[in-house]
């Protein structure tokens, strides 16, 4: 899923088409709160950022993503077109930068060409008993029957079937799934996701370890 992030609703459609054209899934956000929100809590493949937003700029948007050591690609797109201005853009960690006006097919390339550069190893699907996830294609089915899980809800997952058996506390998880910490983020946060995975789950997988945190059970 990728986030596209501007304050002009023009923008935002012209770009959504032409991804949503190249096959990728899209959602918006028209301010830096909401967009920071999208990213907690769905954890986008790839942001497109403008730097001139309402609320939560996009440069502080940008510079609290990487201070929280969140390394979710972003390519800026913006009508800050000195030098000092894509400088500034990619010292803060952006993956490229793009000024507007601009090509709606160059931006598509240039997206395509982040991914390509950033995007996760593929992984042998892990397999246990009635779970499958796979993810390379980030895909979970339970007893054959596919699982829609949330980006997060599949990160989640994801991460304590690598560590199987292994207990976290929710203080590990929010940094090790959600590149966060108690500072920025509620531990609950951690606990309405198991809540959830449980629902679509069941029971049999997770399991809670009292007053600790949370472990996978092969």
């Known amino acids: 899923m990728l986030l596209v992030v501007d304050d002009d609703s023009r923008v935002r459609t012209v770009v959504s088409w032409q991804l949503e054209s190249e096959g990728y899934a899209v959602q918006v956000a028209a301010d830096g709160n909401t967009a920071w929100r999208r990213i907690v809590d769905d954890r986008p493949d790839l942001v497109v950022l403008d730097l001139s937003l309402p609320g939560l700029s996009g440069v502080d948007l940008l510079r609290r993503l990487r201070e929280n050591g969140d390394r979710t690609p972003v390519v800026v797109l913006s009508g800050r077109s000195g030098e000092g201005d894509r400088i500034l853009g990619l010292d803060l960690g952006a993956d490229d930068y793009l000024v507007k006006p ?68 929710r203080a590990q998880l929010l940094e090790q799934v959600w590149s966060s910490s108690q500072a920025w983020q509620s531990e609950a946060t951690v606990t309405e996701h198991v809540h959830r995975l449980r629902h679509k789950l069941g029971h049999r997988f997770l399991v809670t370890v009292r007053g600790v945190g949370y472990r996978l059970e092969p």
Do not use: K, N
């Open 102 to 169: 601009f090509s709606p097919g160059e931006l598509a390339a240039r997206v395509r060409s982040v991914l390509r550069r950033t995007g996760p190893v593929p992984v042998e699907p892990a397999r246990r008993t009635g779970l499958r996830i796979d993810p390379g294609r980030r895909e979970v089915e339970l007893d054959g029957e596919p699982v829609p899980l949330t980006a997060r809800e599949f990160d989640l997952l994801a991460f304590l079937a690598g560590h199987p058996r292994h207990v976290f506390t």
